[in-house]
């Protein structure tokens, strides 16, 4: 089936660096790829949507220039969350939705990054 | 707009009892419905999917759904809990192909405790 890999899984970085999440579709080719945050016992909660060859989509809410979204390639999307704060610890997961044709209905998720601001 | 309620932000069941996860959803369009499973600081692995054709639906790890359109209804289940099947359940719903952009909205978990 279909896979994305997201890495790291886990980063510790000190406030006011930046941090790169990568998150590939290793097998199929991805136009879109959804980037959630879920906050400890909490949902998740869609951030931005990342289109390849076009500016991303944000939520209501979510600073554009803090988590900057690049989709590079049909196969590759990053989350870059710029000057870090405590504030933006947090677990990030990526997704790609599936087709929507016949059985590929499904999203398919990376495995998700905890980041920790110190 | 779509929205997806959970009943219930923790469930704690006796290891060989059912399980019942509840899950109603609220959209203007008949929805694609799905149950996730997240494990701690993993990824979420679909469980299941109804995509408008049976409404009783069998997934992986023994679980099945059913999704009843008059009580906008998809709750999941179990016969037997397992201690493995301790983890945290998300509902969510989507636009079927054609009338959106296949965004998944979730609901707010239900976390499953298995006890021995």
């Known amino acids: 089936g279909a896979v994305v890999s997201q890495h790291p899984s886990w980063v510790i970085c000190k406030s006011g660096t930046s941090v790169k999440i990568e998150c590939r579709s290793l097998?199929?080719?991805?136009?879109?790829m959804f980037w959630y945050r879920q906050f400890p016992k909490q949902s998740l909660m869609l951030m931005a949507t990342?289109?390849?060859?076009?500016?991303?989509?944000?939520e209501q809410g979510v600073e554009k220039d803090k988590f900057l979204i690049n989709h590079a390639s049909l196969t590759l999307s990053t989350l870059t969350v710029t000057s870090a704060h405590p504030e933006d610890s947090s677990f990030y997961i990526c997704s790609a939705p599936g087709t929507g044709i016949g059985v590929n209905t499904e999203a398919f998720f990376g495995q998700g990054t905890r980041l920790t601001v110190v | 707009a779509q929205s997806v309620t959970q009943l219930g932000s923790h469930v704690s069941v006796s290891e060989g009892a059912l399980v019942l996860l509840r899950c109603n959803y609220s959209?203007?369009?008949?929805?694609?419905l799905f149950w996730y499973v997240q494990y701690p600081n993993q990824g979420l692995q679909l469980l299941l999917k109804y995509t408008s054709a049976a409404t009783l639906v069998k997934g992986i790890n023994g679980f099945e759904a059913e999704f009843k359109k008059s009580e906008t209804s998809f709750h999941l289940t179990k016969p037997s809990a397992h201690m493995r099947d301790a983890a945290e359940y998300f509902c969510?719903?989507?636009?079927?192909?054609?009338?959106?952009?296949?965004?998944?909205?979730f609901g707010k978990g239900t976390k499953l405790s298995v006890i021995p």
């Open positions: 959209s203007s369009v008949p929805p694609y």
């Open positions: 990342s289109n390849e060859g076009s500016k991303a989509t944000y």
């Open positions: 969510a719903v989507s636009d079927p192909p054609g009338a959106g952009s296949y965004q998944l909205t």
């Open positions: 097998d199929f080719q991805a136009t879109t």
